[in-house]
Antibody, heavy 124, light 110 residues
């Protein structure tokens, strides 16, 4: 069964860059049009916010509210995809989830697999 | 960006009773809407997609309905393990449009 696992520093200094990796196990990142691979975050006690997602060929889409600070990339040879968020502030403190989006054989993609999440705190 | 509004914010229900959760979209998302269950300290779990299709492993007491801008998640005969926050998410025309979530409904079991 496909599993996703986030990894990266738990603490990042203000104005620095947050970098996370997601490793896909029990499967791979296939060269398939059926999937996107993405990041969603959840600040403490708050709701869910989509950050961005990447296709197997590297094409990426980001939330317009974060677009200027976000880079999402994929390395299919390592079955990994990554998030980099620049110029972080306390408002970026959150649980970060890596996810898979699947088209289910149809046309639109829903989020069907979630990693367990990793907590990132922005603090000096 | 499509805004999703969930109501009520909190629902307190006795075991065995039913619950109805609402999700309203600021513009039509046709049936491109999913529901997620998030238990305390856990990642969200997909319950329903395409507004009414149960995901693998979703118990039959969970059902989704609606289209356009009005959606409902119904839970019949609530059990203690159903205590969680439930989120709706729209994925209409994504990508390139923005994926958005509702603010969540917290279901408490009395």
């Amino acid at each position: 069964q496909l599993q996703l696992q986030e990894s990266g520093p738990g603490v990042v200094k203000p104005s620095g860059a947050l970098s996370l990796n997601c490793t896909v196990s029990g499967g791979s990142i296939p060269s398939s049009s059926s999937y996107y691979w993405g990041w969603i975050r959840q600040p403490p006690g708050k709701g869910l916010e989509w950050i961005g997602s990447v296709y197997y060929n590297g094409a990426a889409y980001e939330n317009p509210s974060l677009k200027s600070r976000v880079t999402i990339s994929v390395d299919t040879s390592k079955s990994q995809f990554s998030l980099k968020l620049n110029s972080v502030t306390a408002a970026d403190t959150a649980v970060y989830y890596c996810v898979r989006h699947w088209d289910g054989g149809g046309y639109y993609y829903y989020t069907d697999v979630w990693g367990k999440g990793t907590t990132v705190t922005v603090s000096s | 960006e499509i805004v999703l509004t969930q109501s009520p914010a909190t629902l307190s229900v006795s075991p065995g009773e039913g619950a109805t959760l609402s999700c309203r979209a600021s513009q039509s998302v046709t049936i491109n809407l999913a529901w997620y269950q998030q238990k305390r300290g856990q990642a969200p779990r997909l319950l329903i997609y395409s507004a009414s299709t149960r995901a693998t492993g979703t118990p039959a007491r969970f059902s989704g309905s609606g289209s356009g801008t009005e959606f409902t998640l119904t839970i019949t005969s609530l059990q203690s393990e159903d205590s969680a926050v439930y989120y709706c998410q729209q994925y209409n025309n994504w990508p390139p449009e923005t994926l958005t979530f509702g603010g969540g409904t917290k279901v408490e079991i009395k």
